[in-house]
C-alpha cells in the first residue's frame, strides 16, 4: 500500500528551527516528485517547496525563502524540510505528497498525500 507519513512537527518559539521528515512506502520513491505543501486554519493550501525526483530542490514561496529548505534521500524513501527562524505566520498543517515524474505546482496533479504534520510557531 502506497503511503507517505510526516513526523517531526510540533510546537517551537519564534525564531526556532524544527525538521519535518516525510517516510515513503509502497511505491519507487525515486521516480516520483516530491513537494511540501502547507494549510493555516481558513487559509488554502500552499505550495512550499518541491524536489526532482534527482534530489534539485525550489523553494516556491516567498515567505520562506532563505529560511526553509528541501532535500531528499532515495536510499532511505524519504524526504525533509528544514525550516529555521521559525514565524508565527509558518503555523499550519504542513503536507508532504508525491507526483509521478512531472512536476506540478497543481495539488489535484499529485498522486500521494501524507495526513501532515502541525507546526505551531509561537511564545
Known amino acids: 500500500q502506497e503511503q507517505l507519513v510526516e513526523s517531526g512537527g510540533g510546537l517551537v518559539q519564534p525564531g526556532g528551527s524544527l525538521r519535518l521528515s516525510c517516510a515513503a512506502s509502497g511505491f519507487t520513491f525515486s521516480s516520483y516528485i516530491l513537494s511540501w505543501y502547507r494549510q493555516a486554519p481558513g487559509k488554502e493550501r500552499e505550495l512550499v517547496a518541491g524536489i526532482t525526483s534527482a534530489g534539485h530542490s525550489r523553494i516556491w514561496l516567498d515567505t520562506v525563502k532563505g529560511r526553509f529548505t528541501a532535500s531528499r534521500d532515495n536510499a532511505k524513501n524519504s524526504a525533509y524540510l528544514q525550516m529555521n527562524r521559525l514565524k508565527p505566520e509558518d503555523t499550519a498543517i504542513y503536507y508532504c505528497?508525491?507526483?509521478?515524474?512531472?512536476?506540478?505546482?497543481?495539488?489535484?496533479?499529485?498522486?500521494?498525500w501524507g495526513q501532515g504534520t502541525q507546526v505551531t510557531v509561537s511564545s
Open positions: 505528497a508525491a507526483k509521478y515524474y512531472q512536476p506540478s505546482r497543481d495539488p489535484g496533479e499529485y498522486d500521494y
